[in-house]
């Protein structure tokens, strides 16, 4: 792994695509840039952001509230990526965190993403940001549009599929991570298409082109949690999320295909 930063350029690392992060097509899934966006953030952490590993070793965090990944192309095995990371802007108590992916070998550009956290002290508290984190990044890459199409409110009989939260969905934080909340709703776009769904023919079966996430409540071992998906309709098709445990909304997502 290489990591390089100077005063123009993001924070950036090179790897390699994994065998073990492919799905059945042999494709880098949605939910795995997910968790490439997230390595950039704690890599960025850790390399620049010293003073920020010491407050987390008090107890304060980071909570994801949202994210936005748009997919331009695709990723197999043992493809050379670089991840650039950057702070888009911040508030009192958010931040806002930029990432791209380019091929190292021709530096084209197959996806970039945002991702919304808040600052939370010992008490889960939002707090204020420590002053390492007060100022964004500026002169770095233009970002493609990653505003979400609108999100209608669920219908009365949507498609629903259910899921049991496992040990092994958690993060260190106690809570399902927040990539797998995208391969809930990918594995119920998938059911749900091939039951027509969203339209005749599979409509909505494709490759993930663009994802919106909403984290609203933690979800965390053993939990039920109950996935409804209904089409929302445009072009590209926009299909609409929500995650419910009992009656309490946990996220809610927009995805095109």
Same mark, same amino acid.
């Given at each position: 792994?290489?990591?390089?930063?100077?005063?123009?350029?993001?924070?950036?690392?090179?790897?390699?695509?994994?065998?073990?992060?492919?799905?059945?097509?042999?494709?880098?899934?949605?939910?795995?840039?997910?968790?490439y966006?997230?390595?950039?953030?704690?890599?960025y952490?850790?390399?620049?952001?010293?003073?920020?590993?010491?407050?987390?070793?008090?107890?304060y965090?980071?909570?994801?509230?949202?994210?936005?990944?748009?997919i331009?192309?695709?990723?197999?095995?043992?493809?050379?990526?670089?991840?650039?990371?950057?702070?888009g802007?911040?508030?009192?108590?958010?931040?806002?965190?930029?990432?791209?992916?380019?091929?190292?070998?021709?530096?084209?550009?197959?996806?970039?993403?945002?991702?919304?956290?808040?600052?939370?002290?010992?008490?889960?508290?939002?707090?204020?940001?420590?002053?390492?984190?007060?100022?964004?990044?500026?002169?770095?890459?233009?970002?493609?549009?990653?505003?979400?199409?609108e999100?209608?409110?669920?219908?009365?009989?949507?498609?629903?599929?259910?899921?049991?939260?496992?040990?092994?969905d958690?993060?260190?934080?106690?809570?399902?991570?927040? +990539?797998?909340?995208?391969?809930?709703?990918?594995?119920?776009?998938?059911?749900? +298409?091939?039951?027509?769904?969203?339209?005749?023919?599979?409509?909505?079966?494709?490759?993930?082109?663009?994802?919106?996430?909403d984290?609203?409540?933690?979800?965390?071992?053993?939990?039920?949690?109950?996935?409804?998906?209904?089409?929302?309709?445009?072009?590209?098709?926009?299909?609409?999320? +929500?995650?419910?445990?009992?009656?309490?909304?946990?996220?809610?997502?927009?995805?095109?295909?």
């Amino acid at each position: 792994m290489v990591i390089t930063r100077n005063i123009v350029n993001p924070f950036n690392i090179v790897f390699n695509s994994r065998g073990y992060e492919l799905d059945a097509e042999g494709i880098v899934p949605a939910h795995v840039l997910l968790r490439y966006m997230e390595h950039l953030r704690w890599e960025y952490t850790r390399r620049d952001l010293r003073e920020l590993v010491a407050l987390f070793r008090q107890g304060y965090t980071f909570v994801v509230v949202s994210q936005a990944l748009r997919i331009s192309g695709d990723i197999g095995l043992a493809i050379p990526i670089r991840g650039n990371l950057w702070i888009g802007r911040t508030g009192r108590s958010s931040i806002v965190f930029q990432h791209t992916f380019h091929h190292v070998d021709n530096g084209e550009l197959f996806a970039a993403g945002s991702t919304v956290v808040v600052f939370l002290a010992p008490d889960n508290v939002p707090t204020r940001l420590p002053d390492i984190l007060e100022q964004a990044d500026t002169d770095l890459p233009m970002m493609p549009d990653l505003t979400p199409p609108e999100f209608t409110e669920m219908p009365p009989a949507p498609f629903e599929r259910s899921y049991r939260v496992r040990t092994g969905d958690l993060d260190l934080q106690g809570h399902m991570n927040q +990539a797998n909340y995208a391969a809930f709703y990918d594995d119920t776009r998938q059911a749900a +298409a091939g039951q027509n769904v969203y339209g005749p023919d599979g409509a909505g079966i494709g490759r993930i082109r663009f994802l919106h996430l909403d984290y609203v409540r933690p979800a965390t071992t053993g939990e039920k949690l109950v996935v409804a998906t209904w089409p929302i309709g445009g072009k590209p098709l926009s299909l609409g999320f +929500a995650m419910h445990r009992n009656d309490a909304l946990i996220s809610r997502a927009v995805i095109q295909a």
